[in-house]
């Protein structure tokens, strides 16, 4: 019995271990391709973009989309005072647009600056 818990113990932190996101974006970005400055924010509560939950969104030049690459959970608590479905923050981004999703490779949230979102 007390190997059978022993292995059971080992096998619960193996899982949880290996069920941890990787990490998907950039630490650093391409100095060969260009850096841009946008409004990220929850693209469903501030960015009216229709979707079923809460999902990282950019808008660049005017218009919204749905990040690939990194995700709302990757920069704190979406819901907090400060979150992506709170306020609208700005980001430093490289990626392209592919199928009208951008695919980033590099995303770093800027110190606090905010944009008044909507209200929720």
Known sequence: MKVFL???CCSFFVFTASGQPK???QQQPDSAKMLQVVEAA????QLGLEGNSCDLAIRMDGKAYFVDGTNIDSHGDAHAKDGFCKMIRKAEVQGEVVANRFKVT????LDKQVTPGRTN
């Open 42 to 45: 929850c693209g469903e509560c």
């Open 6 to 8: 022993a292995f059971l």
């Open 106 to 109: 590099y995303f770093r949230l």
């Open 23 to 25: 990490e998907t974006k």
